[in-house]
């Protein structure tokens, strides 16, 4: 596989060399026939070319093997040279057109490895791909969000639509080839394959310090392996730090200690069973507003309000006299989708 992939990249390089040569041979032939034939057929009264409009327009239909005829040359020194436009022209655009298609081929390899610039706005970027990453990316399709994963191969999830990049997470030319300067959010997972805990979230903490330098309005999501790591994490960049497992271990608990607890926000996370969580900013018409006005105007859409944040902290269900101040509002609503 490895000898495939050097071939390929090497048959891309060569595709866009040959490329910028056609152009510039292509335009050389088309001013080099424009403003010869002008030069030599002018004079003479009965030749078509009297204008450098007429001769682009004779140097056009010539090397497309149009000829529609309308603009004859008259001259012997006119017809050699159109000879010689002919024969480099016809080849040279020849040569342009295939390259061109080959190119349109090299765009194909390119996707294929994942060494290409990807040209996103608001997009999601997953850095390193775990277990879950079908249900990731499902999930973020769903919410109507493009996807671009980073990492050294691609997975392949059964589903999802996605963009592969390849190349490592740490790495500031991978990240950019992956659109980190217009992307919405970042999600950092552990990298597969360190054996050791604490390596794969120092890994990821340094992950995420590069990418604040290149974007330091980047949001970040960041899921570690231990608890101990995660004022690291914190102090890194990420906005949020998730414990791999801590949630898991919690809604077990709960589901023995109160049954059905478990199940009933899976299904609200998951969104598939009719209602789902969702965060919104808070409108400015809402601010200054008391939080039980805020409730009887959410209540009438049929959302449920749960609770409020600003930055990291989170105020759960405020008493209703309380003047909403807050980023934004988490509310249960039905999944329209």
Known sequence: MFPFIVFLRKLRQKLKDIFYGTIISTVVVIFYGTFSEYYIENPIPNSGIHSLFESFWWVIQTITTVGYGDVPIVSFW???????????????LGAFTASLAANMVDANIAARLGERRVNMKDHVIVCSADEGIADVVS????????VVLLDTEDPKPAKGSYTFVRGKCSAEDDLKNAGIGRASKILIFPERGTSDASSADAKSILTAMVIKKLKNDSYIVLELLKEENR???????????????????????SAVTSPGVSKLFYELLRGKDGYRI?????????KGK????????????????????????????????????????????????
């Open 290 to 337: 008391t939080c039980s006005e805020m409730y009887k105007e959410m209540d009438i859409e049929g959302r449920v309000v749960l609770g409020f944040r600003s930055e990291d902290v989170i105020k759960i269900r405020p008493a209703g006299q309380s003047v909403v101040t807050w980023e934004s509002v988490i509310v249960m609503e039905p999944n329209s989708g």
């Open 139 to 146: 999930e973020f399709n769903e919410n109507a969000l493009e």
């Open 231 to 253: 004022a690291h994490a914190v102090l890194a960049g990420a906005d949020e730090v998730v414990v791999k497992g801590s949630i898991s271990t919690l809604l077990m608990t």
């Open 78 to 92: 006119g017809k050699l040279n159109a000879i010689v436009v002919m024969l480099v022209g016809i080849g040279a």
């Open 278 to 286: 969702k965060e919104y900013p808070i409108e400015d018409g809402f």
